[in-house]
């Protein structure tokens, strides 16, 4: 039929042009749709989407009720959150966790030294958003920052004293001489004989100093931190603060970041040598994950504190604070290296051969084909690692160490702020405090998992 006899015939119709794209209805996207299919899509989830709402209801009232309605805001001491002295009833006591915040960061650490406690906050931040930033620029050299010039600098800046200066003229002297011997080796390069050809030639195509420069980052950065710090010594003084003093949030991170930092490599290393063919490593990996895990924290802890020190001579006994810090990475490592292994057995044998049929060693096979798919596959169970690590930093406080929960508890005994809420709202805070870190480790661990599709099945 022709477009002629359509348009003679009475009742013909012929769309000629394309209707706009409509929104899809309400019943199969949207708010309603999703209500719909995710909370009444059958007689039982209704009867528990009802008696779920109801429970959040009487229970989120009485919370709103006395944390914000009738939560006291402001004040100088506890007349302020006493319900006799302002005639109505009182809920939480948010002055008092106003009044104690700078020691809920800083601990019992020197007022007039806390700005050394700021710029390793300031330094800490920066390496993580220069870390899990997926877009941040040069991530070897944020990663040789994080791991390396981070914990050095902020040992330096956080104890100072005579210990600090002399390791941070140490490190000044050897970034130093590194950056001499390879500023020669770039400029002259017959210098350089113990350099492989291929570098040399690749190297030869740029200037002098690009050669320096592009190498060589790692160790001008080092130059540049220590430099800086070295000014500030000379400037401000870096007195030494005795980790005892240290606390706080402070501490809480402290613990977590060298948990979490030093139990992936160790749980990765125990993990392969689980799943070694020589008998001696695999004996001594088993035995080690084994025993670690069958013991609770809080006998590690207690472990590393008091019965430490005895196995060594008085003047070689680790710091206070060095104890709990070296038992909780080898308490995390353990863990973490059973959900290595669950990610190394996750992998099809298949991945081994065609690793092992391009004639890569066992470390090439391992480092660039089994574990980045192995830890793709177990991002879950790490994050869950790490954040009962962050979580279990709480049990430091019993072989006295001044975690931001114990500081809560210490100023729970002052008397300027003693009232029947204080204590709770304290509570509230550390527990808000927490939820929000755990939060945002998984949160960034459900973003990555997305992005590397590690759910994903093909």
Same mark, same amino acid.
């Given at each position: 039929?022709?477009?002629?006899?359509l348009?003679n015939?009475?009742n013909?119709f012929?769309r000629?042009e394309?209707?706009a794209?409509?929104?899809?209805?309400?019943s199969v996207a949207?708010?309603?749709a999703w209500?719909r299919s995710n909370?009444?899509?059958s007689p039982?989830?209704?009867?528990?989407t009802?008696?779920?709402?109801y429970i959040?209801?009487?229970g989120?009232?009485?919370?709103v009720?006395?944390?914000? *309605?009738?939560a006291?805001?402001t004040?100088?001491?506890?007349e302020a959150?006493?319900?006799?002295k302002i005639?109505?009833?009182?809920?939480a006591c948010?002055?008092y966790v106003?009044d104690?915040?700078?020691?809920?960061?800083y601990g019992?650490?020197p007022v007039?030294?806390r700005?050394r406690v700021?710029i390793?906050?300031?330094?800490?931040?920066?390496? $993580? $958003?220069?870390l899990?930033?997926n877009?941040a620029? %040069?991530?070897?050299l944020?990663?040789?920052?994080f791991?390396?010039i981070?914990?050095?600098?902020?040992?330096i800046?956080l %104890?100072?004293?005579?210990?600090?200066?002399?390791?941070l003229r140490n490190?000044l002297?050897?970034?130093?001489?590194?950056a001499v011997?390879?500023?020669v080796?770039?400029?002259v390069p017959?210098?350089?004989f113990?350099t492989?050809?291929p570098?040399?030639?690749?190297?030869?195509?740029?200037?002098?100093?690009?050669?320096?420069?592009r190498p060589?980052r790692?160790?001008l950065?080092?130059l540049?931190?220590?430099? %800086?710090?070295?000014?500030?010594q000379?400037?401000?003084?870096l007195?030494?603060?005795?980790t005892?003093?240290?606390g706080?949030?402070t501490?809480?991170f402290?613990? /977590?970041a060298?948990?979490?930092?030093f /139990?992936?490599?160790?749980?990765?290393?125990l993990?392969?040598?689980r @799943? /070694?063919?020589?008998?001696?490593?695999q004996? %001594?990996?088993?035995?080690f994950?084994e025993?670690?895990r069958?013991?609770?924290l809080?006998?590690v802890?207690?472990m590393a504190?008091?019965?430490?020190?005895?196995? $060594?001579?008085?003047?070689? /006994?680790?710091?206070?604070?060095?104890?709990?810090?070296?038992?909780?990475a080898?308490f995390?490592s353990a863990?973490?290296?059973? $959900?290595i292994r669950?990610g190394?057995?996750?992998?099809p044998?298949?991945?081994?051969e065609g690793?092992m049929?391009?004639g *890569?060693?066992?470390g090439?096979?391992?480092r660039?084909?089994i574990?980045?798919q192995a830890l793709?596959?177990?991002?879950p169970?790490?994050v869950?690692?790490?954040?009962g690590l962050f979580k279990?930093?709480?049990?430091?406080?019993i072989?006295?160490i001044?975690?931001?929960?114990?500081?809560?508890?210490?100023?729970l005994?002052?008397p300027t702020?003693?009232?029947?809420t204080t204590?709770t709202t304290?509570y509230?805070f550390?527990a808000i405090f927490y939820?929000?870190c755990?939060?945002?480790m998984? @949160?960034?661990?459900?973003?990555v998992?997305?992005?590397?599709?590690?759910g994903?099945? @093909?």
């Open positions: 039929m022709t477009d002629a006899t348009d015939a009475p013909a012929v000629r394309t209707l794209q409509q929104p899809a209805p309400l949207g708010p309603v209500i909370l009444f899509s039982l989830g209704t009867v528990l009802l008696v779920s709402l959040v209801i009487v989120v009232e009485d919370l009720r006395f944390y914000i *309605l009738d006291v805001w004040g100088a001491n506890r959150c006493l319900a006799d005639g109505r009833p009182v809920g948010w002055p106003v104690r915040f700078q020691y809920f960061v019992s650490y007039s030294q700005w700021n390793v906050f300031v330094m800490f931040a920066l390496g $993580v $958003v220069w899990l930033w877009k620029p %040069l991530k070897k944020g990663a040789f920052f791991f390396i981070l914990p050095l600098s902020g040992f800046l %104890l100072g004293g005579a210990t600090a200066e002399g390791l490190l002297l050897l970034s130093a001489a590194l011997l390879y500023a080796v770039s400029f017959s210098l350089a113990w492989p050809a570098l040399l030639a690749a190297e030869r195509e740029a200037s002098p100093w690009q050669r320096f420069y060589k790692l160790i950065m080092a540049v931190v220590f430099g %800086l710090i070295a000014v500030i000379q400037q401000l003084g007195p030494r603060v005795d005892g003093l240290w706080g949030m501490v809480t402290l613990i /977590s060298v948990g979490i930092v /139990s992936l490599p160790l749980g990765v290393v993990a392969l040598g @799943r /070694s063919r020589l008998p001696i490593i004996l %001594l990996s088993v035995i994950i025993f670690v069958g013991v609770p809080i006998t802890l207690f504190n008091t019965m430490l020190p005895l196995f $060594v001579p008085q003047e070689y /006994s680790p710091d206070r604070l060095l104890r709990p810090l070296i038992g909780v080898v995390a863990y973490m290296a059973e $959900v669950g190394l057995q996750a992998i044998k298949g991945q081994f690793a049929s391009l *890569l060693g066992y090439q096979m391992m660039l084909i574990l980045p793709r596959i177990v991002i169970g790490i869950n690692t790490f954040i279990d930093t709480t049990l430091v406080a072989v006295g001044f975690d931001f929960l114990n500081t809560i508890q210490a100023t005994v002052d702020w003693a009232t029947p204590r304290g509230a550390a939820f929000l755990c939060w945002g998984s @949160r960034y661990s459900i973003a998992e997305k992005r590397l599709a590690a994903q099945r @093909r």
